[in-house]
DNA sequence: GCCAACGTTGGC
DNA sequence: GCCAACGTTGGC
């Protein structure tokens, strides 16, 4: 099983909205690399980290996992959405997403300032790639962030 | 609101 | 294929 960090702004859709939604599709992501993370490597049933980006406090606010296989982002077809995007066809999509399931809010959102204090974090690839909204976790780190938000 | 980091686009 | 210009992300 895999484990990843997937961000969302909680002004546009938080993890309580995950939970009021209880499994949600994970549109808008427009980022090769986090779309290959989603459409190549995720199973059903993996483990995610959900982060809140432009927050306040910014960081890990939760658990979530992975509840089903890739598929095209219907927001890329349609073009009164902001994710619209005029080179995609149903033919040949070009954006996909899994569907996130809620399983957790923690008890008070881990600040970024301070995983970036935790020794055993230093080398998460969240510090390094900043921008990168759909990332891998390492299983040590998932589970010492979600013993943290216990 | 500012700005650094960085991903994407497009001319050549 | 390079790289400058540009746009976006995201912390603060």
Known sequence: ?????????????????????TTEPWSGVRNY??????????RVDD????????ANPSGVAGLATVASAAYPDATQFDVGSDYFDP????QSPRWFL???????????????AELRLIPDLVDMLLFQRS????QPVEPRHYRLIAALGS
């Open 131 to 134: 921008r990168l909204s759909v």
């Open 1 to 21: 099983m895999k484990h990843w960090l997937m961000k969302s702004e909680p002004d546009a859709f938080s993890i309580t909205d995950l939970q009021r939604t």
């Open 33 to 42: 690399q986090a779309r290959n993370f989603m459409r190549d490597d995720m």
């Open 87 to 90: 080179k995609a066809t149903l």
């Open 47 to 54: 483990k995610i980290l959900l982060y809140h980006s432009n």
């Open 98 to 112: 899994v569907d996130v399931r809620f399983s957790k809010i923690f008890p008070r959102t881990i600040p970024l």
